[in-house]
């Protein structure tokens, strides 16, 4: 079974700085995928971010990456430059390649200050 | 613009009412799923559907009924089995069932509160 954690329930950042929210995860496969969604007050859920488990480069998808350690099972996200915009909850969640059920964490919730 | 909508928004039901949550895409996406969120918590999988006519029970389908009789549309039926239905709605969908990165897309959520 897949299990996400995520230790950090709420995040404070100052606009215009870096902030990296801490994602580990448990599965025994050999071919997964780890994903990145963000939660708006307004509820959707936003695909941010996507590392399969072969890829040798980290992710990156404008100002966010993501900072894979498979040897730690580790998938932290690093948002660059922080706006006020981005003050949302964060979500890790992972996937067993050809199977569809993607596996959340609890999330965190980031606040950027001005 | 292509995606997915959720209806209704908000929705209020009576305790021993059954109640209907609609999903449609216009993705042309094989795959749909449904999920539930609770005050701090992460998404549960209720079911999906990777194909027409076919549909497979999630981690927590106890009290919920779905179909899938267009591509387009997965609506979830929440019964008065399920015994803590106040909760928030999310569906969803990719591509295709099976495959190498399989995001998938949320469609706005419907709000769902037991009176």
């Known amino acids: 079974a897949q299990k996400i954690t995520q230790t950090q329930p709420g995040m404070f950042v100052q606009e215009k700085e870096a902030v990296t929210l801490d994602c580990t995860y448990d599965?025994?496969?050999?071919?997964?995928?780890l994903f990145w969604y963000k939660q708006p007050s307004s509820g959707e859920m936003i695909f941010l971010i996507y590392?399969?488990?072969?890829?040798?480069q980290n992710a990156t998808e404008g100002r966010y990456s993501l900072n894979f350690q498979k040897a730690r099972k580790s998938a932290n996200l690093v948002i660059s430059a922080s706006q006020l915009g981005d003050s949302a909850m964060y979500f890790c969640?992972?996937?067993?390649?050809?199977?569809?059920?993607?596996?959340f964490g609890t999330g965190t919730r980031l606040l950027v200050s001005p | 613009d292509g995606g997915i909508t959720q209806s209704p928004k908000y929705l209020f039901r009576k305790e021993g009412q059954n109640v209907t949550l609609s999903c449609e895409q216009n993705?042309?996406?094989?795959?749909m799923y449904w999920y539930r969120q609770d005050p701090g918590q992460g998404l549960r999988l209720i079911y999906y559907?990777?194909?027409?006519?076919?549909?497979q029970k999630g981690d927590i389908a106890e009290g919920y009924s779905v179909s899938r009789e267009k591509k387009e549309s997965f609506p979830l039926t929440v019964t008065s089995a399920q015994k803590n239905p106040t909760a928030f709605y999310l569906c969803?969908?990719?591509?295709?069932?099976?495959?190498?990165?399989?995001?998938?897309?949320f469609g706005p959520g419907t709000r769902l509160t037991v009176l």
């Open positions: 599965t025994s496969d050999q071919s997964y995928g």
């Open positions: 969803a969908s990719s591509i295709d069932g099976g495959g190498d990165r399989g995001e998938q897309f």
């Open positions: 559907s990777q194909i027409v006519n076919d549909f």
């Open positions: 969640a992972s996937m067993n390649t050809g199977f569809q059920k993607l596996v």
């Open positions: 590392q399969g488990s072969y890829d040798e």
């Open positions: 993705l042309n996406h094989d795959a």
